[in-house]
């Protein structure tokens, strides 16, 4: 059996684990189709101007080689678990942590069946996952360790905007703590990066477009359904418009109040958001012109934020829960026993928005929802306490950072998205690493006070 201080061991270690999981995720079930509803932006560069062209563009080279990018997916993602593994257990040598990380991220089928889809977030996964592990393997970083996590945290910004809220308190914190080298060292492949993902998406495109106009006007509908909501406040070619969304939205949030629990009410709160981000264009008569026009006006949004700055935190704050929710309504919507599917508003838009998705039975439904809301409880109160420790000490500890990553990412995607436990998959792993080693942390500690006692005695 090879030695832990033998140099192959990481190697070997490494590869043995990621044939390991590459197999349990290969014939794990896959929990979505191979093309979801947004696939299609990522089958060529071209496709869309509002995806950035990292994915499109490699899944174009695979399909001119003739290769299948599901299988490197998969395989890639494979290997960042298993590196992430490895640096936990590194860490923290315990093999007991070791099967428990495994059995956590290697059989969180919804977790690996992104590796089975036309969607960026298989390779979004796996950058963080490098990156993280690169950060918990290295203690004295070196200009190496350096540049890799320079390559890893321009992947994370490029392959998706949002990455962005979760590079920046890495970046800084290496801005802050390293000399001048190391941080021209971290930065440069973070810009070449971003600037290769610009040259090859304006080969294609005239001018990059954004997702995120469609993701705020939907706030503004959401929340037009509101009592204090007053949509005169808003320029006069708008108030048609917005008149007309008024009446659909108060249906939604008349709807909404009835129900009394608070879990189907995020779950159902997110989903008529979307419908209301993608499908309100075709359930209303309104003017082409100035429903665009409503949409790419960036003063909307801050005229909503000002007069309505309260119902924009109140259900930004539901979605921040949201994330952790899995699935309430197909738990607990059917216990409503509504008469008919025309007791719930704009029932045919909100089938028409979900995903394909095979549900699990309700055991399984009951079991993740229970699951996940323990972690975002533990999650929750061990950020509060480090956060706490490190004031104290008056420095920022290397959980701290990756708590403060995570939570910087969860709060981005709450204030500017819907929630769904999709957005909470890229740092689940994180989630379960930073819960793992707080335990094992207490339990040290437990273990050392007793012995000291003993000894004393």
Known sequence: MLSKTNKFYPYVFISSLTVLVFFIIKFSPGLFSLMEPDSYDYLKIVNSNTRTSIYPGLN????????????????????????????????????????????????????????KTILTES????????????????KNYKKLHILFLGIFLGLIITIKPIGLTFAIPIILFFFIKSKSSLKLILIAPIIFIISIENYFFYLFHEKRSSVLPVAMTGKIFMISGHDNFDYKVFPTEYHSL???????????????????????????????????????????????????????DKNNFYICLKNNIGSYFKIS??????????????????????????????????????????????????????????????????????????LRKKSLGLQSLIIISVQAYLIATSFINISSIRYLMPIYPLVILIIIIFVYEQLNKYKNKKMSLENKN
């Open 317 to 390: 704050s539901f979605y921040y829960l949201g994330q952790w929710l899995t699935g309430p309504k197909y738990i607990f919507l059917d216990k409503y026993n509504f008469k008919n599917e025309n007791a719930i508003p704009l029932y045919d838009n909100l089938i028409l928005s979900s995903s394909e998705f095979n549900k699990p039975n309700i055991i399984h439904l009951y079991a993740s929802l229970l699951f996940f809301l323990i972690l975002f409880i533990l999650f929750s109160l061990i950020s509060l306490g480090n956060f706490y420790i490190d």
């Open 242 to 296: 917005l008149k007309n969304v008024q009446k659909k939205s108060k249906e939604v949030n008349i709807f909404l109040k009835s129900i009394d629990n608070a879990l189907l009410k995020i779950d159902l709160t997110a989903d008529f958001e979307a419908v209301f981000q993608t499908q309100l264009r075709n359930m209303i008569k309104v003017n082409e012109i100035t429903f665009i026009k409503f949409q790419e």
């Open 123 to 138: 390779f979004f996964f796996s950058f963080i996952n490098f990156a993280i592990s690169i950060l918990l393997l290295v």
């Open 60 to 115: 174009e080279v695979f399909s001119f080689l003739n290769l299948n990018i599901i299988n490197f997916q998969v395989f890639f993602l494979s290997l960042s678990i298993s590196f992430l593994i490895f640096s936990i257990y590194k860490k923290t040598n315990n093999f007991l942590i070791l099967l428990i990380t495994f059995f956590l991220l290697s059989f969180n089928y919804y977790y690996t069946s992104f590796s």
